[in-house]
C-alpha cells in the first residue's frame, strides 16, 4: 500500500527535526561552530516542506473529502479496574 506523497511530506516533517537532534547530540563537537549552522538549515528545511504541504492542502481544498485511520491506541483488556469488566461494572451501578 503506498501512502500519497503529502503523507510523506508530512512523515518527513516530523523527523527531520528528530534528525537534526541527533545529528546535533552526536557530531556537536565535530562539526564547525557545533553544527548550528546545519541544525537550523534542517529546521529551516521542514518549515519551507510544511508550507508546501500547507499550499497543496488549501489549494485542492474539498469540503467532503474525508479521510479517516482507525486504531487502538492502547488495549487494557481484562486489566482489573481499566478493561472491559470495570465498563461493566459502571453500567451495572448505573
Same mark, same amino acid.
Given at each position: 500500500?503506498?501512502?500519497?506523497?503529502?503523507?510523506?511530506?508530512?512523515?518527513?516533517?516530523?523527523?527531520?527535526?528528530?534528525?537534526?537532534? *541527533?545529528?546535533?547530540?552526536?557530531?556537536?563537537?565535530?562539526?564547525?561552530?557545533?553544527?548550528?549552522?546545519? *541544525?537550523?538549515?534542517?529546521?529551516?528545511?521542514?518549515?519551507?516542506?510544511?508550507?508546501?504541504?500547507? *499550499?497543496?492542502?488549501?489549494?485542492?481544498?474539498?469540503?467532503?473529502?474525508?479521510?479517516?485511520?482507525?486504531?487502538?491506541?492502547?488495549?487494557?483488556?481484562?486489566?482489573?479496574?481499566?478493561?472491559?469488566? *470495570?465498563?461493566?461494572?459502571?453500567?451495572?451501578?448505573?
Amino acid at each position: 500500500m503506498l501512502m500519497e506523497p503529502l503523507i510523506q511530506l508530512c512523515i518527513l516533517i516530523l523527523l527531520l527535526p528528530l534528525f537534526s537532534f *541527533a545529528l546535533q547530540i552526536f557530531f556537536s563537537g565535530k562539526l564547525p561552530r557545533q553544527g548550528d549552522l546545519i *541544525a537550523t538549515g534542517i529546521v529551516g528545511i521542514a518549515l519551507l516542506l510544511s508550507l508546501y504541504v500547507a *499550499a497543496q492542502v488549501i489549494g485542492q481544498w474539498n469540503p467532503n473529502y474525508l479521510q479517516e485511520w482507525h486504531f487502538t491506541w492502547v488495549n487494557f483488556g481484562n486489566v482489573p479496574g481499566l478493561g472491559e469488566q *470495570a465498563n461493566e461494572r459502571r453500567k451495572k451501578k448505573r
